[in-house]
């Protein structure tokens, strides 16, 4: 996974975004085992303590959850995932919709817009960077 982070927000939250998209994405498939908490952070580059915080949120949420000697798992959930998934998406088309807004286009404008915007090839990673906030 490509981890990036910005100053526009806490790690652990961007952390948390991030694996959400991983899992969501299916880069983290429905029950696979992640990496433990010392493995991801360093491959982060984060301090420990700051990864333990963001997983115990996603499991708090239901995404990710744990079993005493084996590890932290991705839910098997496909609701839960899909629900996250949409929440996700709700909230980029928010942020989509507020700058369009900010530039003067009103919603009739906007969605004549994307209907005349043809489907352009997007590769992985420019869809990963858009899904994590990038």
């Known amino acids: 996974m490509k981890w990036e982070f910005s100053s526009d927000a806490p790690i652990y939250a961007q952390l948390i975004l991030q694996i959400k998209v991983g899992i969501v994405s299916g880069m983290f498939p429905p029950g696979e085992r992640l990496p ?5 952070a360093t491959e982060a580059g984060v301090n420990p303590n ?28 496909k609701a839960m995932i899909d ?20 530039l003067g286009y009103q919603r009739e404008e906007i ?8 489907a352009a090839e ?13």
């Not at 996250?84 to 807004?101: D, N, P, V």
């Not at 969605?111 to 043809?118: A, D, G």
């Not at 992985?124 to 906030?133: K, M, N, Q, R, T």
């Open 36 to 40: 433990s908490v010392r493995d991801l």
């Open 50 to 77: 700051t990864m333990q915080r963001a997983l115990t949120e996603l499991e708090r949420d239901g995404l990710v959850y744990s079993q005493r000697t084996a590890g932290r798992f991705v839910t098997e959930d």
């Open 83 to 102: 629900s996250a998934k949409r929440g996700l998406a709700e909230g980029h088309i928010k942020a989509f919709l507020a700058a369009m807004t900010h």
């Open 111 to 118: 969605v004549s817009l994307l209907e005349q915007e043809p």
């Open 122 to 134: 997007v590769n992985e990673e420019e869809l990963i960077d858009v899904g994590s906030g990038m």
